[in-house]
């Protein structure tokens, strides 16, 4: 695990810079989500085209010694006051400190999200860290979550992994660039 060199956390003090990812970051992403359990791993390649093609909707976060987060989404092409966040990854040694929904936030406080008004994830029964965070976007967003089976284990996952469950989170005014003044 690495530790941060950069001090500690907290309103003034936090080390991160959210930024819209790049084409250069596609590597550093692919390792953070290797390294981030239970996360489903990509290619290089899938990364890239997060990177670039889906860049104003995901977010990643930077100290002095690399890349800490990353949210990757995208706007639902036959909803598009839906933001769809596909995975959130945060290095072990950043966690526990606001970093996931601040990137979450970041995104939806952009241009892009002006129209947005509900924002969908798939969780696993068991991932409770990802539950909690989902949660705590949706009470910041003064909005309710409601979950339902979207993928089955046997059914959609050759029983080759655990069933994921489709939040809703919605319907909110989008105040998240507030929230993300507020949390800076
Ligand atoms: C899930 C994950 C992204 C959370 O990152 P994080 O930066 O630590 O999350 P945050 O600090 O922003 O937490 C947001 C909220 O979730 C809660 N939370 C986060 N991790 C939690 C945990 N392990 N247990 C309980 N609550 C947790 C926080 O307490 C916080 O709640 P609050 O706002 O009410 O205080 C991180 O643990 C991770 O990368 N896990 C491995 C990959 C994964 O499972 N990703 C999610 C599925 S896509």
């Not at 060199?5 to 290797?34: C, K, M, R, W």
Request: hydrophobic letters at 40%.
């Amino acid at each position: 695990m690495r530790t941060l060199s950069t001090g500690t956390f907290g309103p003034g003090s936090n080390p991160f810079v959210i930024d819209t990812p790049s084409a250069t970051d596609g590597s550093e992403v692919n390792d953070l989500i290797a390294n981030c359990q239970p996360l489903d791993e990509n290619s290089v390649y899938c990364n890239l085209l997060q990177c670039t093609h889906f860049a104003s909707t995901s977010a990643i976060a930077k100290a002095n010694d690399g890349v800490y987060g990353f949210v990757s989404g995208y706007i639902v092409p036959e909803a598009p006051h839906r933001l769809f966040i596909w995975q959130v990854a945060v290095d072990e040694a950043a966690r526990g400190h606001g970093l996931a929904k601040r990137m979450i936030l970041d995104i939806l406080s952009r241009p892009v999200c002006e129209d947005v008004t509900e924002l969908h994830t798939t969780i696993t029964p068991s991932n409770s860290a990802s539950q909690a965070l989902f949660s705590s976007v949706a009470d910041s967003l003064d909005t309710k979550a409601e979950s339902k089976l979207v993928f089955d284990r046997n059914r959609h996952l050759d029983g080759a992994h655990e069933s994921e469950h489709l939040w809703i989170i919605g319907p909110f005014d989008n105040m998240a660039e507030e929230l993300v003044k507020k949390a800076a």
